[in-house]
């Protein structure tokens, strides 16, 4: 069995930052890419942004040059720097991990950690 625990979410006023984990347990197998959604009251899940096993890195518009996504591989553990963040961040943050062992993919969903960010 998988898990992904999240930590990092809180409450940050408009311009602040703030740094969230997220560390996946269990058998993973191989990972093809770690990455963050978030959802908004209201609104659809939408990506944040995406990080492969090799290190490409992809960001929603609405994020570039304000987070910064990284990994550990050896601890199975994806990172989202966030800085600069304004009102419209706020949302519960989901980490996503999509891995394989031929032919299965499996795509994992943390349970949500909550940022809001206050103006």
């Known amino acids: 069995q998988v898990q992904l625990v999240e930590s990092g979410g809180g409450l940050v006023q408009a311009g602040g930052s703030l740094r969230l984990s997220c560390a996946a347990s269990g058998s993973i197998f191989t990972i093809n890419y770690m990455g963050w959604y978030r959802q908004a009251p209201g609104k659809q899940r939408e990506l944040v942004a995406t990080i492969t096993s090799g290190g490409l890195t992809n960001y929603a518009d609405s994020v570039k040059g304000r987070f910064a996504i990284s990994r550990d591989i050896a601890k199975n553990t994806v990172y989202l720097q966030m800085s600069s963040l304004k009102p419209e961040d706020t949302a519960v943050y989901y980490c996503?991990?999509?891995?394989?062992?031929?032919?299965?993919?499996?795509?994992?969903w943390g349970q949500g950690t909550q940022v809001t960010v206050s103006s």
């Open positions: 996503n991990i999509e891995s394989y062992r031929a032919p299965i993919r499996y795509n994992y």
